[in-house]
């Protein structure tokens, strides 16, 4: 199995700019999460789907941050317009998570550079 | 309110030597469980183990060891003959039952692990 995909590893961008990050999930996992990672905040909980349907939202930024899961095998996590405060280490995870918490699997993560 | 609180920012110590990670937790719910995770320079997060509130016992996988303490709310991790390959950032982290699902993790802030030759 190829783990959890995440692209692109690196992008540097100017504020003001969309930007989009991409997560493909382990395949046959039920639940996937993103989540964002700075020096300042640690790795905080943005938000996470089952089954394609967001369940818990709460940890999303602001209204600049929107993710979606169109199928289950990728999901979007787009900032509009970008600022730098944005700039950290975007990871998503998934899970298969049938009774109690599995463990997560998480990408390799996306460094998002706000200039 | 902080529920997972790893106290160490940062251990250094020499290879061989044997370095205990404390995480301490706080939830009201008698069924929880706790995880650690690794993450080394390379970025990613590791996988290193699960352990349910209902279950006590020590365990051991190779030079690691883990100590839960539901008394103290502690879920403790040691390395033993730490190598310069255990180098990096541990995590503790919580999940607690919600009305949906077990979803969230929610993790400590992290400690640092620095092994020197």
């Known amino acids: 199995d190829a783990g959890v995909i995440q692209s692109p590893r690196h992008e540097v961008t100017e504020m003001g700019q969309e930007v989009t990050l991409r997560c493909k999930p382990i395949?046959?996992?039920?639940?996937l999460f993103w989540y964002r990672q700075t020096m300042m905040r640690g790795l905080e909980l943005l938000i996470y789907f089952n089954n394609n349907v967001p369940i818990d939202d709460s940890g999303m930024p602001e209204d600049r941050f929107s993710a979606k899961m169109p199928n289950a095998s990728f999901s979007t996590l787009k900032i509009q317009p970008s600022e730098p405060r944005d700039s950290a280490v975007y990871f998503c995870?998934?899970?298969?998570?049938?009774?109690?918490?599995?463990?997560?699997?998480f990408g390799p993560g996306t460094r998002l550079t706000v200039t | 309110a902080q529920k997972v609180t790893q106290a160490q920012t940062e251990i250094s110590v020499v290879e061989k030597e044997d370095v205990t990670l404390d995480c301490v937790y706080e939830?009201?719910?008698?069924?929880?469980?706790l995880f650690w995770y690794k993450q080394p320079p390379s970025g990613e997060l590791v996988f290193l183990i699960r352990r349910n509130s209902f279950d006590e016992q020590n365990e051991i996988s190779g030079r690691y060891s883990w100590n839960f303490q539901k008394s103290t709310s502690s879920f403790n991790f040691t390395i033993t003959a730490s190598q310069v390959v255990d180098s990096a950032v541990y995590f503790c982290?919580?999940?607690?039952?919600?009305?949906?699902?077990?979803?969230?993790?929610?993790f400590g802030a992290g400690t640092q692990v620095v092994v020197t030759p």
């Open positions: 939830t009201r719910d008698t069924t929880y469980y």
């Open positions: 395949s046959g996992h039920d639940y």
């Open positions: 995870a998934s899970t298969l998570n049938p009774v109690g918490p599995d463990e997560q699997y």
């Open positions: 982290a919580l999940s607690e039952p919600t009305t949906d699902s077990w979803g969230k993790l929610q």
